[in-house]
């Protein structure tokens, strides 16, 4: 018995076993006693998983891949979520513990499994997966090139991301049509910011979305005085301000008194 992989799931069965076996040791298990995959499908990362000293759960929506799991890793039936991870509160599970998330997860979804991430920051310690190489290698580009972005900014605000190897389409069921990269997440120490938080979000997405203007043009609609306009910072592009600089660049907002 196997499962076939479903298109509008955005399924690509990894089937080579030392790219799981590298991507389950990829977590240094340091400070958190739980484990969290998204999209385990046949479970070949899982296996990885629960060779290791720490609980493994795994979250999966589509049917016919829970049924596998079920009748091929008979320890881990009670720990398979059958939610969507976007929608469902982990916290039913979790209970505000820490634990790791990791994954190969579906490219149309990868993005808004980072920004579910960020939400829940305080519990996760640790995070690795695999996106598509360009959307890997965007979170873990710094400031001053092309792809620098969002996802750059507010994954690097509170953690320090590491791009670790790409992985071809040929070892995947079915082959996607591009190459795939796998990164890191580990949070840093400090992962508060000295900063409005959610103006903090805000700033950056508003900067890039219009990323060949100023921050002066770009950032209008906060409606900032010509004082504080008149800084220097505001004479750059987004893609040219480090993390540091789009959380110095809040608090002025944040003090700016119009």
Do not use: W
Not at 39 to 45: A, N
Not at 69 to 81: E, F, G, V, W
């Amino acid at each position: 018995m196997s499962v076939k992989a479903k298109k509008h799931l955005g399924q690509h069965f990894l089937r080579d076993e030392n790219i799981a076996k590298k991507i389950a040791d990829s977590l240094s298990l340091n400070n958190y006693s739980k484990v969290l995959e998204i999209g385990p499908g046949m479970g070949v990362l899982t296996k990885y998983l629960l060779e290791k000293d720490v609980e493994t759960y795994v979250i999966e929506i589509d049917t016919e891949s829970v049924d596998y799991l079920k009748s091929h890793y008979l320890n881990l039936a009670p720990r398979i979520i059958e939610k969507d991870f976007l929608k469902y509160n982990l916290n039913d599970v979790f209970n505000n513990e820490s634990f790791a998330i990791i994954g190969n997860f579906p490219y149309n979804i990868s993005s808004q499994i980072l920004f579910k991430t960020l939400e829940i920051r305080d519990q996760i310690p640790e995070f690795s997966g695999m996106f598509q190489k360009e959307v890997a290698k965007r979170i873990c580009e710094k400031e001053g090139s092309k792809t620098y972005g969002i996802l750059s900014v507010l994954t690097q605000a509170f953690y320090e991301a590491e791009y670790l190897f790409t992985v071809p389409p040929s070892v995947f069921n079915p082959p996607p049509k591009v190459d795939s990269g796998v990164l890191k997440l580990t949070r840093k120490e400090n992962y508060t910011l000295p900063c409005d938080e959610a103006l903090f979000f805000k700033v950056v997405k508003t900067s890039f979305q219009q990323r060949r203007k100023t921050l002066r043009n770009s950032l209008k609609t906060f409606n900032l005085s010509d004082n504080l306009k008149a800084n220097s910072i505001f004479g750059q592009r987004p893609e040219q301000l480090s993390v540091s600089e789009f959380i110095e660049l809040t608090q002025l907002i944040e003090n700016d008194v119009n």
